[in-house]
């Protein structure tokens, strides 16, 4: 199997992301595929040969276009060697069949988000963008940064698994949440990542 999408939210997506690219021993690289222009520009790195086993990470797949998926799909339908495609979605249900069908499916486990994360969600989506700023603005620490932004992808997790809410103003959210933690994991300066986190929602 070449292309794999994995269900999901929170650590135990991080967790499951990191196993899977260590098991097929491959270099990781990431690309968004939104939308359409998104493709055409991993279809112009893809076109290259690999000589190295080669991981192509997608995120949020349940998010793009299905203009940008329907492109996306012929790199499914004609696997290159030594290539291999790593999906993520909130719920494989919401992206296209004909892409869930190319895919070997991956479920976390352990994603639930707690009552209080859940809480801190819907708190947090229902504030002003000025509210949010003052909300996050306190927070210089990095591993309480992160603490934060880990506990809000699981709520927001938990809501599009609930389907409360509106689906597309929650999937922003967990993206940019997601992106957020990454950045600040990669020692992104905290101030900074918490206010694009904000200006993302």
Known sequence: MHAFLIEGGGETLEKAIEALVKNLKAKLFVYPVAKIEDVRSLNSFISLALATPTAILLRGVDQATDEALNAFLK??????????????????????????????????????????????????????????????????????????????????????????????ALARGLTASLLTRERLKANGNVTLQLTNLVISF
Do not use: M, W
Not at 90 to 107: D, G
Not at 111 to 126: H, I
Not at 142 to 149: L, M, P
């Open 75 to 168: 790199n499914l339908e004609e696997p290159q060697e030594n290539l291999y495609f790593i999906l993520t979605a909130a719920s494989h249900h919401r992206v296209l069949p004909t892409v869930v069908s190319r895919c070997q499916i991956v479920k976390t486990r352990g994603n639930q988000a707690s009552q209080q994360d859940k809480r801190l969600a819907v708190d947090f989506l229902k504030k002003s963008v000025g509210e949010k700023i003052s909300f996050v603005e306190p927070i210089k620490d990095r591993e309480a940064a992160t603490e934060f932004v880990s506990a809000l992808s699981l709520g927001l997790h938990e809501l599009l698994r609930q389907g409360e809410g509106d689906y597309r």
